[in-house]
Structure formats: structure tokens, C-alpha cells
């Protein structure tokens, strides 16, 4: 690989500007000092520094992030703020090309968006062959009982005629507006149906984690409004392995550690 598309690769600036950083004498591989751009670089054995600092070359990148509402899974968008934004607010301009969203969230859903430009892994996850588990905490509107959960987790008619796959349903609870988290407090409060905003001190919620093993059109709420209620929150908690950092808040992201990435790719 020639040596200036290698620094570019790994964010160091776009090629004219990794030029300018070879021509200034700043790199060495192997420890000699290279001035020409187009020298060839082994990125799986050549040691590769700008001054004092080292250059890792990785193919490809890994990036977990915590997608607030109001915000799209998309690459560019000339109304809202996509996740690829969000990126660049965290790590700087200098991302990678090629990097999108390993697989969409609706607008006003929150949480877990893997970010990557690995598409063969992304293709995994996505494929409806392979039944990825994807685990979301959903609070929904009213009581949602005993009878309507074992119709989401043996398979419901979600207005296509098909019933869908038989789902987890985890840690359901029944509560009060006041003892759910602030956050999610509030966005329910701001929904403008039903007089949420006007959701008396005794009103009971449903919530709960819904593992799904596949991927439909906006499935999770369909599959609750066929039992009968409707999401009020929805936030992706978990992909495959891939749990969401509870230490990112709304519109942070991290790159993935090594062990999350190692189990992630594995077969």
C-alpha cells in the first residue's frame, strides 16, 4: 500500500494533507525516514511513526454508539443529524471513509448502532438467515397481560399475515410514570397522543427487554400494538454479544475493545 493512502486510512488527514506530513520529514518506516509519498508501506509487518508516535493500521473499525431520538440512521441526511454526525462530533472529521450504520433505528428510537465499514460483518448481522438476537427495553401504555405476552413470545400477526418468530420477553414490570428513569419520564410526557402529557400520578405502564431473532419494518412496535398497547420508549439495548456501554450517554460513542470486536466477529 502506498504510504500516503495508509496514513490517509487511518485519519491522519486526506492525501494532500498526508503528503504534506511525509514531505515535512516527520515519518519513518522501519525506522528510516521516508520524504516520498508513494513508497510502499507492508501494513502487516512495517513499523510506521509520525515523530514520536506510532501508526497501527487496522482494515477496519468498530464504533458503538448511543443514538438519542431526533437523530437518523443514515450516512447523510439534509434535514436531521445522522449518526455518522454524531461520529464526527466524538472522534473529529478525520473518520475513515466508508463507515455507516450496521442496520437502522426509527428516528424516535434510542440506543445501541454499530458503527463500521466492515460490510461483510454487517451482513451478518442483518441477514435474515442468520437470526441475530437484538434485545430492546420497550416501555409501553397500560397493563399488557399474561395472555398478550405469550402472543409476543410464541409468534403474533403483525398485520402481514405472518406471525413472527418467537421472542424473548425479559424483566417485565408494571409501574408509575415517577418510577421510570427521568429520561424516559420526559419523553413520554412530550408524546402527543392520548394526553400522555396529562398521564395521571396512578396510570400504570408495562415495561420490559424483547429480544427479537429477526429483523422486520418497525417490528417492535407493531408486535406491541398487536398485543394490544403501544410503545412509548424504545431503546436498543443489545446486537449478537454486543451489549450498549451504560456509561455512553445519549449521543456519545466509543470505539469497540478488542474483546468486544473478537466476539462479535465470531463465527
Known sequence: MRLDKYLAEMSYGTRNEVKKIIRSGS????????????????????????GDERVSYSRYVYYMLNKPAGCVSAVKDNVHKTVIDLLKENIGNNTRNG??????LDIDTEG????????ALAHMLLSPHRHVDKAYYVVADGIITENSIKQLTD???????????????ENIKLCRLWELD?????????????????TPADR??????????????????????A????VLYLKRIRIGPLWLDKELLPGECRELSEEETSRLLRP
Open 99 to 104: 463507515i455507516f450504520p450496521a442496520g437502522r
Open 27 to 50: 515519518v519513518t518506516i522501519n525506522g528510516v525516514q521516508v520524504l516520498k509519498p508513494e513508497t510502499r508501506v507492508d501494513e502487516s509487518s512495517d513499523i510506521v511513526y509520525i
Open 182 to 198: 427521568e429520561d424516559v419520564q420526559d419523553i413520554i410526557k412530550s408524546k402527543n397522543n392520548a394526553d400522555i402529557s396529562q
Open 155 to 169: 409468534g403474533i400477526d403483525i398485520g402481514d399475515g405472518t406471525l413472527t418468530l418467537p421472542a424473548q420477553a
Open 204 to 225: 400504570i405502564y408495562t415495561s420490559m427487554e424483547l429480544v427479537l431473532h429477526e429483523g422486520r419494518y418497525h417490528q417492535v412496535k407493531r408486535m406491541v400494538q
Open 112 to 119: 445501541l448502532v454499530l458503527l463500521t465499514n466492515d460490510g
Open 227 to 230: 398485543a394490544g398497547s403501544q
